[in-house]
């Protein structure tokens, strides 16, 4: 079964640079958000993840950030605020109205 929270509201980053391929994200990822491909780890299902933040603590290259909780919670106040569908712009780098 796919889990799948807010679209596009995880705070969720990955530097591929950083990324050796050492597969530790795969592992310890509850919802499969990361697949092994051409030798580094990649975001497959970035809406999967839950921002529990055991991809980032786990990373020995420190390859990944993620604010734990922070994406979810904020999209939900600004969706309800706003009287919209949730969103907090954290997909598209940190935008100005975002939770970051």
């Not at 990324?19 to 697949?35: D, K, L, M, N, S």
């Not at 605020?81 to 712009?89: I, M, V």
């Amino acid at each position: 079964m796919k889990h799948q929270y807010l679209k596009n509201v995880t705070t969720l980053k990955l530097n591929t640079n950083a990324c050796t391929g050492c597969e530790r994200c795969i592992e310890v990822c509850p919802h499969q958000v990361f697949a092994l491909k051409n030798g580094k780890s990649e975001i497959i299902n970035k809406d999967s993840c839950m921002e529990c933040g055991a991809c980032a603590k786990n990373c020995p290259f420190m390859a990944i950030e993620v604010r734990p909780g922070v994406g979810c919670a904020a999209a939900v106040i600004s969706g309800w605020l706003k009287g919209d569908e949730p969103s907090c712009d954290c997909s598209d780098g940190c935008g100005s109205g975002g939770c970051c």
